[in-house]
């Protein structure tokens, strides 16, 4: 009996499962993460929170702009007052979804705040939002224009939260 047919069987479907895209590697099929500098990130026009205990709403869109890559997680989101950087937790109970995004696809998220009152000890008072995506540590910086974000109570994490990230266009 000759065993050569099934060694060769099983080598060559184990090299076939190895080249399959997962989503997940830097085949060049589009698996590798999705970076700052590869893509766009933009803010959207905001639902401002208007006064204290109100809660508002920022959009954050990315458009890649170059080799396919993959969103795998929640974006990584941190309101910085001038020394005192705090990170925004994901919403809770939420679920990420992986979403490969070819050259000129979308994506969006979005960060939802409660406004705080000014100088009450408990706020950040946020200057800039730093954004990076899942698997990469490479940081945009935005202006925060929408007030101080209010704490929550007992914790030294901001009442903020950011949402999983969706397919935007068609």
Avoid: H
């Avoid at 800039?128 to 490479?138: A, M, N, Q, R, Y």
Wanted: glycine share 14%; proline share 5%.
């Amino acid at each position: 009996m000759r065993a050569i047919p099934l060694t060769v069987t099983v080598l060559a479907t184990a090299l076939a499962l190895t080249a399959c895209d997962d989503g997940g590697g830097t085949n060049g099929k589009g698996g590798s993460a999705c970076a700052v500098g590869g893509v766009s990130v933009q803010i959207g026009s905001a639902s401002v929170a208007p006064a204290a205990g109100d809660t508002g709403e920022v959009p954050v869109s990315i458009t890649n702009q170059s080799a396919p890559c993959t969103l795998d997680d929640f974006a990584g989101v941190a309101l910085d007052a001038g020394g005192t950087r705090v990170a925004v937790p994901a919403l809770k109970d939420a679920k990420a979804q992986k979403l490969k995004l070819a050259k000129g696809d979308s994506a969006s998220f979005t960060i939802s705040y409660v406004r705080g009152a000014a100088g009450d000890g408990t706020s950040v008072a946020a200057k800039t939002v730093e954004i990076s995506l899942p698997g990469s540590k490479d940081v945009k910086s935005f202006p925060w224009t929408y007030g101080p974000v209010a704490g929550k109570a007992g914790q030294d994490t901001p009442d903020a939260s950011v949402g999983a990230f969706q397919q935007s266009g068609d």
